[in-house]
């Protein structure tokens, strides 16, 4: 079987990784914009082209005969590189652009789960211009602004966090309106999770859930980021979490894929990523996503004991009912190197060593190949996962992972240690009232 890979980064490398894990010898292909050397080397071929060139890539995916394309990120989810594909016979993992929009359309979700009663919608609004906006701020008292559109997990806003009053979460919204809808809503207090599921349009098949940190230092603090490193328990809720909360938030997403087949008549097949926050009122949806998270697919799909290929193949054919999918009980610790400077002010193309990283697993992010040296872009560098019976262990070796990482480089050292995984505990208790 040729399996196509979309995207370069670390989501994609754990995603070719799982796949090369394949008993049944799948070849794999990528697209990429630039090389990513832990992709490539597990390529039979690639091409160096942007994701979104449609064309390009459909061209390329005929040429290499693929069957099947696994779709890494949202930006040629948003442009219907799915629908393409299918058109020309290929199955893909990756929804169609109909319901791929439950992330790159945020009042579109949001109306959605209120339109069909899912459970876990936040009050919300959906502003198209600034009528009523003022008063719907001034009455939710304290809100999150969000533009409607994709913005890289940058254009979000929270009053107590970057917003400080309801003055300046006006003039926010209102600066955001003259380019895109605003999705205003309340302000949800708790601990934030990630549940995946991979879907077939009618089953789901979930992973364990994930934490990731967002803000680009220690404690939590600073400018929120793509995400600077995550972790599992060998469970598969979180330590914060009961087993209660995660049978809720399945039956959200569970909820979610029925509508969307019954509404709009279009299976999702892909991953479904449900972003959720934990509150004293159980899980809250901050947002979906159509895709895996990055860095939390480098938790869980290296704990896959299910064959990806059969994974791939029961979503692309609606079979996942009769597949076990199946994960090792083991914690996972994943920390990212970033460019010093990141998010704000970061540095680029600087050479990145990569000596002993220990029993680390390594994934390839934002760096691309020249001369066989690596070099570091502007957004994060690589990362380091610790797999192992405890979290603690497995921060471990993920710790002793980044110290095999040479560069102008900057990590944060305290995810998955026991002190701020007791203060989310601490956390979430203080939010249910104990
Ligand atoms: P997003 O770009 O949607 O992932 O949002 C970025 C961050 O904003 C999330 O990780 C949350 O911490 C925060 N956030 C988004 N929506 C809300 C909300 N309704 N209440 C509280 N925090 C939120
Ligand atoms: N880690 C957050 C995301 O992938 O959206």
Not at 194 to 205: E, I, K, Q
Request: aromatic fraction near 6%; include cysteine; glycine fraction near 10%.
């Amino acid at each position: 079987m040729n399996v196509l890979i979309i995207g370069g980064g670390g989501r994609e490398h754990a995603l070719a990784a799982a796949i090369a894990r394949s008993k049944k010898n799948p070849a794999i292909y990528a697209v990429m914009s630039k090389k990513n050397p832990g992709i490539a080397e597990l390529c039979e071929d690639f091409l160096l082209e942007k994701e979104t060139n449609v064309e390009n890539v459909r061209d390329y995916a005929e040429s290499m005969s693929i069957d099947i394309a696994v779709i890494g990120p949202e930006a040629p989810l948003a442009i219907g590189l799915t629908d393409v594909l299918e058109e020309e016979g290929i199955g893909v993992m990756g929804p169609r652009k109909k319901v791929a929009c439950i992330e790159f359309d945020k009042a579109w979700a949001r109306n959605f789960m209120k339109d069909n009663n899912i459970d876990g919608c936040p009050s919300f609004k959906v502003f198209e211009d600034d009528d009523g906006l003022d008063k719907y701020i001034k009455e939710l008292g304290n809100v999150a602004i969000k533009p409607a559109g994709l913005t890289g997990g940058k254009g979000v806003k929270v009053m107590g966090d970057q917003l400080p009053d309801v003055t300046e979460a006006i003039a926010y919204a209102r600066g955001l309106l003259e380019n895109d809808n605003v999705v205003v809503e309340e302000n949800l207090q708790g601990e934030e999770f990630t549940l995946h599921a991979f879907v077939d349009g009618r089953t789901l098949a979930f992973t364990p859930c994930v934490q990731d940190h967002k803000r680009a230092f220690e404690n939590d603090l600073g400018p929120n980021t793509g995400g600077m490193g995550s972790y599992t328990d060998t469970d598969d809720i979180l330590p914060f979490m009961k087993v209660h909360d995660l049978e809720i938030a399945k039956e959200i997403m569970q909820q979610t894929v029925n509508m969307m087949l019954s509404t709009i008549g279009v299976a999702y097949k892909g991953i479904l990523y449900g972003q959720f926050i934990l509150t004293n009122d159980g899980p809250k949806v901050i947002e979906f996503n159509a895709r895996f998270g990055d860095p939390e697919a480098m938790n869980v799909l290296p704990l896959l004991k299910t064959d990806m290929l059969d994974v791939i193949s029961a979503i692309v054919n609606g079979t996942l009912a009769k597949l076990e999918v199946v994960f090792e009980k083991k914690a996972t610790v994943c920390k990212y190197a970033v460019p010093a400077g990141y998010p704000d002010n970061p540095t680029s193309d600087k050479e990145m060593i990569v000596g002993d990283i220990g029993d680390a697993l390594l994934f390839y992010s934002s760096v691309y190949e020249k001369n066989g040296k690596i070099y570091t872009t502007s957004s994060r560098s690589a990362a380091v996962v610790g797999i192992a019976d405890s979290i603690k262990d497995a921060e471990q070796i993920a710790q002793k992972g980044l110290e095999g990482l040479i560069g102008d480089l900057h990590s944060r050292h305290d995810i998955g240690t026991h002190a701020l995984i007791q203060k989310k505990i601490d956390h979430m208790k203080q939010v249910r009232g104990y």
